[in-house]
Structure formats: structure tokens, C-alpha cells
């Protein structure tokens, strides 16, 4: 299994707070993504990184923010909760061979309630 | 209208039967097609890529895609319970790394 960890796996917490998932990697990997994932809509691309303090948003970037400070740690904010940010958040690496094919390895995801 | 559609099921099968997984996609550029598999509360895992347009085999499953079409279609030859699972298509245009998925479609493989 590709070495990547997601804290916290469970979360229930309010509207209005700020959380912080967290995504740790130990391959090196150059890229790495944040996608949620609901029913009907599959998995979504929130932002993405490809290098240390190098993100870009994605599809659905509205409402949170990133960082990636070390090239192991890519952090995803919500600075204020809404309940339709109730979601199943996964992490997501990849290396330079993705771009011939598409391959990502993904965590074991973190399932967050906003109340 | 989503760049890439796929019916969600669940679609149920017996064991041993031949299972069919499609997408249809509207945006031409894509250039790489890939299916993933996803077992209840895991991460997806990458079963096949395939290039541009034609047919790709590894064991029981077959990837086709027709690009003149824009549809895409994934084979499981003698499903096996532990088959079940949900499937993603997922696709993406040359030099890209951003991955576009489908919403995909449940498998229930019965004993």
C-alpha cells in the first residue's frame, strides 16, 4: 500500500467551526490532491498541489483553503464549516508516471459531520 | 451536464457472470481513460488504463473505449463475489494530471 495517512479519520463538528484535515505521505510523490466524494457525484477535486507551496484550485475549491509547507504534508481548511461540507474527504498522491496513466494513490479517507 | 456520466446502479449479478460498466463522456480532449475500484469505507484503487481509443485486457477484465463515440466500457469475465464493489471511470486530457470521475456504479456479485 502506497504510505499515505489521513488524521482525522472521523469528525463530527459544528457549523461555523474551522477544521483541518490533515494528509501525510512517505513516498515522495510530487503531487498530491484533496477530492470529497457524495453520493451522485463521485469524487470531486477540492485543490491540488504540485510542489511545496505550489497549489491550484479545482472544481469545487469554494469555502476551503490548503497549504503545503513540507512535501510529506498537504493540510485542507475549512475556515468556517456548513453542514453541505458534510463529506467523505479523500487525499490523494501521484508521481511524474501519472501523466501516462492516471494513476493516483489514494488514503483511506476521512469521513466529516457538520452538524 | 456532467463532463463524464455513469449510471450509479447497484447493478446485481450472479457469480460467474459477465458484468458490463460504461461511461459516456463529453469533452474530446480526453486522452486517457481509467477505471477505479472501490471496496465499502477504502480509497479507489487503479484496476486499468488504457490510451485513446481500443481495447485493453489484464485477467478477467477487458477495457474498451470508443472515442468516436465518447463511451467507455469496462468487462469482468466470471465475477467473483469479491468483485463487488464500486467502479469509477475516471479520464483525463494529455500532459494533465487532474483526473475527472465518473460518480460511479455499485456491483453486487451473488454467491
Known amino acids: 500500500d502506497a504510505g499515505i495517512t489521513q488524521s482525522p479519520r472521523h469528525k463530527v463538528t459544528e457549523t461555523g467551526t474551522p477544521v483541518t484535515l490533515r494528509c501525510h505521505q512517505t513516498e515522495n510523490h510530487r503531487y498530491m490532491y484533496w477530492y470529497r466524494q457524495d453520493p451522485g457525484h463521485g469524487l470531486r477535486l477540492i485543490h491540488y498541489s504540485y510542489g511545496v507551496k505550489d497549489t491550484d484550485k479545482g472544481e469545487v475549491s469554494d469555502g476551503y483553503s490548503v497549504s503545503r509547507s513540507k512535501t510529506e504534508d498537504f493540510l485542507l481548511t475549512l475556515e468556517s464549516a456548513t453542514s453541505s461540507q458534510t463529506s467523505v474527504y479523500f487525499c490523494?498522491?501521484?508521481?511524474?508516471?501519472?501523466?501516462?496513466?492516471?494513476?493516483?494513490?489514494f488514503g483511506e479517507g476521512s469521513r466529516l459531520t457538520v452538524l | 451536464q456532467k463532463e463524464v456520466e455513469q449510471d450509479p446502479g447497484p447493478l446485481s449479478v450472479p457469480e460467474g457472470a459477465i458484468v458490463s460498466l460504461n461511461c459516456t463522456y463529453s469533452?474530446?480532449?480526453?486522452?486517457?481513460f481509467m477505471w477505479y475500484r472501490q471496496y465499502s469505507r477504502k480509497g479507489p484503487e487503479l484496476l486499468m488504463y488504457?490510451?485513446?481509443?481500443g481495447n485493453k485486457e489484464d485477467g478477467r477484465f477487458t477495457a474498451q473505449v470508443d472515442k468516436s463515440s465518447k463511451y467507455i466500457s469496462l468487462f469482468i469475465r466470471d465475477s467473483q463475489p469479491s468483485d463487488s464493489a464500486t467502479y469509477l471511470c475516471?479520464?483525463?486530457?494529455?500532459?494533465?494530471?487532474?483526473?475527472?470521475f465518473g460518480s460511479g456504479t455499485r456491483l453486487l456479485v451473488r454467491p
Open positions: 475516471a479520464m483525463k486530457v494529455d500532459s494533465s494530471y487532474k483526473l475527472i
Open positions: 488504457t490510451y485513446s481509443s
Open positions: 469533452n474530446s480532449a480526453f486522452q486517457y
Open positions: 490523494a498522491i501521484s508521481g511524474y508516471q501519472s501523466t501516462n496513466t492516471g494513476e493516483l494513490f
